[in-house]
C-alpha cells in the first residue's frame, strides 16, 4: 500500500519563507519521479514543480527561482522549499509518486495548506 505523508504548510507572510516534506512508503521510492502540485480554491490543480528518478528538476514558470524540489532517497522523502512567498502561492500543496520521468502522477498525499498572508 503506497503512502505519502505530507507536512510543513502553514501561514506564513508575504517574502516568506516554507519548506513541505513528504514522506513517501510502500514503493521502492527511488525508481520514481516526485512531484508537487497545487490547487487554489476555484483553480485546477497544476504541477509546482518535479524531480525525475536520476534528479532532473522542472518548475512552473510561476514558481521558478523561488522554489526548489529536492529528494533524499535514503529517507524516502521529497521536500519542496519555498522562498519569496506571494499571496497567489496560497493554496493545498499536494506531493505525487509519479513516473520515473516526472511525466504522469501516479499517486497522491493528503495535501497541506500553505497560506500566504500578512
Known amino acids: 500500500q503506497v503512502q505519502l505523508v505530507g507536512s510543513g504548510g502553514g501561514l506564513v507572510q508575504p517574502g516568506g519563507s516554507l519548506r513541505l516534506s513528504c514522506v513517501v512508503s510502500?514503493?521502492?521510492?527511488?525508481?520514481?519521479?516526485m512531484g508537487w502540485y497545487r490547487q487554489a480554491p476555484g483553480k485546477q490543480r497544476e504541477l509546482v514543480a518535479a524531480?525525475?528518478?536520476?534528479?532532473?528538476?522542472k518548475y512552473a514558470d510561476s514558481v521558478n527561482g523561488r522554489f526548489t524540489i529536492s529528494r533524499d532517497n535514503n529517507k524516502n522523502t521529497v521536500y519542496l522549499q519555498m522562498n519569496s512567498l506571494r499571496s497567489e502561492d496560497t493554496a493545498v500543496y499536494y506531493c505525487?509518486?509519479?513516473?520515473?520521468?516526472?511525466?504522469?502522477?501516479?499517486?497522491w498525499g493528503q495535501g497541506t495548506q500553505v497560506t500566504v498572508s500578512s
Open positions: 510502500g514503493i521502492t521510492f527511488r525508481i520514481y519521479g
Open positions: 524531480i525525475t528518478r536520476d534528479g532532473r528538476t
Open positions: 505525487s509518486v509519479m513516473s520515473g520521468d516526472a511525466v504522469r502522477a501516479n499517486y
